[in-house]
């Protein structure tokens, strides 16, 4: 399985102004005090996708900012910086490359995702015997500039708003964000192999340790 962890921009004002991840009404806003939203939202979901993977290794695209050095605007961009290997290790290795992107990029509208849909389309369509599936996670601010290429490719949208603790017990409503956000999932993945007539490979045999030598004394 691979799964790919999508980070954009914050969009506020009417003027399609974007605020910095420096400024504290960002959602990217980065407090030395707790994790911001999208990290939130990344670590609870990501936290167990992980482990359905074998090598936990996750390319990591980010959209809707203006790169260095010369500020052109994308709308797929590694989040390590790397294009040429955009992989990450593991969650925590996705979120430190987040942090790390705040402080090179200039987040900047409008938010494109047809861009990345089409990448991660195209790596998986690549993959036709059933040996590997893709999970695409995408967090946003729910707004999209290019709804007509994305609404057909999308569904299951989790609004995260929603699942915030007002009393500060994050972990339970973390729990509940993940559970919803992957609870299509099971069935999605199942009705893909069903409608393609790929079975389940065998069952690996069972791990059977190593005969241990027997030692007598004479």
Known sequence: MGANKVVNAKKKGKKKKYLNSGTPTSLHYMSPYQMNAYAMALKAVGEIIQDYDSDKMFPALG???KLPPDGRVSHEFALNGNPQNPYCSGIEGVMEAY???LKSVHLYGPTNFSPVINHVARYASSVKDGSQYF????ITDGVISDMAQTKESIV???PFRDYIDRTGNHVLSMARLAKDVL???PDQFLSYMRTRG???SPAP???TPPAQPI???I
Do not use: D, R, W
């Open 63 to 65: 959209f809707g900012a």
């Open 99 to 101: 942090y790390q992107s």
């Open 135 to 138: 999970i695409l996670l995408i």
């Open 156 to 158: 299951n949208f989790v």
């Open 183 to 185: 609870a299509e999932i």
């Open 198 to 200: 790929i079975k389940p």
């Open 205 to 207: 045999p069972p791990y």
């Open 215 to 217: 030692q007598t004394q």
